[in-house]
C-alpha cells in the first residue's frame, strides 16, 4: 500500500507564494509518475503539474511561468512552488502517484487565495 501526505497549503493573499509538498510512503517499488491536481468548488479535478520517471515535466497553461515542480528523497517527494498566486488558484491540491498501473492519491490540501 502507498500513502501520499500534502502538505504546505493555507491562505495567501494575491501576488504571494506557496510551496505544497507531498510525501509518498508504503511499497513503492518504482515511480511511473507523480504530479499535483487540483479541484476547486463547483469544477472538475484538473492538472497542474506532473513528472514522469524519465523527468519529463508537464505543466497546465495556467501555471506555466509561475510554477516549479521538483522532486527530493528519491523522488519520493514532490514539491510545487508556485508564485505569483491568482485568487483562481484557490482550491483543493492533490498529489497522485502512478506505480507499476496502479494510481495513489492524497488526502489534499486547502489553498485559499485572497484577493
Known amino acids: 500500500q502507498v500513502q501520499l501526505v500534502e502538505s504546505g497549503g493555507g491562505l495567501v493573499q494575491a501576488g504571494g507564494s506557496l510551496t505544497l509538498s507531498c510525501a509518498a510512503s508504503?511499497?513503492?517499488?518504482?515511480?511511473?509518475?507523480m504530479g499535483w491536481y487540483r479541484q476547486a468548488p463547483g469544477k472538475q479535478r484538473e492538472l497542474v503539474a506532473r513528472i514522469t520517471d524519465g523527468g519529463n515535466l508537464n505543466y497546465a497553461n495556467s501555471v506555466k511561468g509561475r510554477s516549479t515542480l521538483s522532486r527530493a528523497n528519491r523522488g519520493k517527494t514532490l514539491y510545487l512552488q508556485m508564485n505569483s498566486l491568482k485568487p483562481e488558484d484557490t482550491a483543493v491540491y492533490y498529489c497522485n502517484l502512478l506505480t507499476r498501473g496502479a494510481l495513489y492519491w492524497g488526502q489534499g490540501t486547502q489553498v485559499t487565495v485572497s484577493s
Open positions: 508504503g511499497s513503492i517499488l518504482s515511480i511511473d509518475e
